[in-house]
């Protein structure tokens, strides 16, 4: 296994237990809260269907989760996947409040194993969690396996900016950013690990690169915030 983050597993679970009551404020930190509006590009450039079956990947407090299922609309379905279930809790209440039980399921799970069979899903997304699973290339293969022939995924994540000037910007912002916990009561350490994820991550080419690796084909890169993030979209063949 080609590890592309090397804290160990649990340790980041525990980590994500501890942040999940700051999780919402700390996304719109990470993205200089500009994260709604990537949202909404998301989901321009991925062309959800109504009736998808879908599967949101590392889904945390359900945000992405939410706006997929009223995508897919009643016709559809959504799996949340997430391996932390303080996470899901979260999520659990957002579902509730907007009355999306029926087209919402919730299951704890590693995004590295999924449990689920060969070509189930239309589509599938992970926001803001591929920096954080051991093996982004593991993840990205059982994408692919349980995506149906001409299934769609669709990754959303802090990305490298290429401009001299925006990653010195980028990179000075995620030496100060740790200081924020402090403003939410929250722990300095867990956003030092936070910051040094968003900032390390591979470049959106690399993953592109890895997407057409694993067999996805017309792969598309949307670059956010001048590189700051990234949307890929990716088609499964119908032949590997």
Same mark, same amino acid.
């Given at each position: 296994m080609s590890l592309t983050n090397k804290v160990p597993e649990k340790d980041v679970h525990?980590?994500?237990?501890?942040?999940?009551?700051?999780?919402?404020?700390?996304?719109?930190?990470?993205?200089? !809260?500009?994260?709604? #509006?990537?949202?909404?590009?998301?989901?321009?450039?991925?062309?959800?269907?109504? #009736?998808?079956?879908?599967?949101?990947?590392?889904? @945390?407090? @359900?945000?992405?989760? *939410?706006?997929?299922?009223?995508q897919v609309g009643p016709s559809g379905n959504v799996i949340g996947l997430d391996f932390n279930q303080k996470m899901l809790d979260l999520a659990d209440k957002k579902i509730r409040v907007q009355n999306l039980q029926k087209e919402i399921q919730l299951k704890q799970g590693d995004a590295m194993h999924l449990p689920y069979?060969?070509?189930?899903?239309?589509?599938?997304?992970?926001?803001? !969690?591929?920096?954080?699973?051991?093996?982004?290339?593991?993840?990205?293969?059982?994408?692919?396996?349980?995506?149906?022939?001409?299934?769609?995924? !669709? *990754?959303?994540?802090?990305?490298?900016?290429? =401009?001299?000037? *925006?990653k010195l910007g980028w990179e000075s912002y995620f030496k100060l950013f740790p200081n924020f916990a402090k403003l939410l009561g929250a722990n300095v350490d867990d956003y030092k690990y936070l910051s040094h994820t968003t900032a390390k991550f591979i470049s959106a080419t690399r993953l592109k690169e890895m997407l057409e690796q694993d @067999?996805?084909? =017309?792969?598309?890169?949307?670059?956010?915030?001048? @590189?700051? #993030?990234?949307?890929? *979209? #990716?088609?499964?063949?119908?032949m590997r």
């Amino acid at each position: 296994m080609s590890l592309t983050n090397k804290v160990p597993e649990k340790d980041v679970h525990d980590l994500f237990t501890r942040v999940a009551p700051h999780y919402d404020q700390m996304n719109n930190l990470i993205s200089l !809260g500009t994260q709604n #509006g990537w949202r909404k590009k998301f989901f321009k450039e991925l062309r959800v269907a109504p #009736g998808d079956f879908a599967l949101d990947l590392c889904c @945390g407090t @359900g945000d992405l989760t *939410i706006a997929l299922a009223k995508q897919v609309g009643p016709s559809g379905n959504v799996i949340g996947l997430d391996f932390n279930q303080k996470m899901l809790d979260l999520a659990d209440k957002k579902i509730r409040v907007q009355n999306l039980q029926k087209e919402i399921q919730l299951k704890q799970g590693d995004a590295m194993h999924l449990p689920y069979p060969d070509q189930s899903f239309d589509i599938v997304t992970i926001g803001f !969690g591929l920096r954080n699973v051991p093996d982004a290339d593991q993840v990205l293969k059982e994408i692919y396996r349980v995506l149906k022939p001409d299934g769609k995924v !669709g *990754i959303l994540e802090t990305s490298q900016p290429t =401009n001299p000037i *925006i990653k010195l910007g980028w990179e000075s912002y995620f030496k100060l950013f740790p200081n924020f916990a402090k403003l939410l009561g929250a722990n300095v350490d867990d956003y030092k690990y936070l910051s040094h994820t968003t900032a390390k991550f591979i470049s959106a080419t690399r993953l592109k690169e890895m997407l057409e690796q694993d @067999g996805f084909k =017309n792969v598309t890169i949307t670059k956010l915030n001048l @590189g700051a #993030g990234a949307i890929h *979209i #990716g088609i499964k063949k119908k032949m590997r």
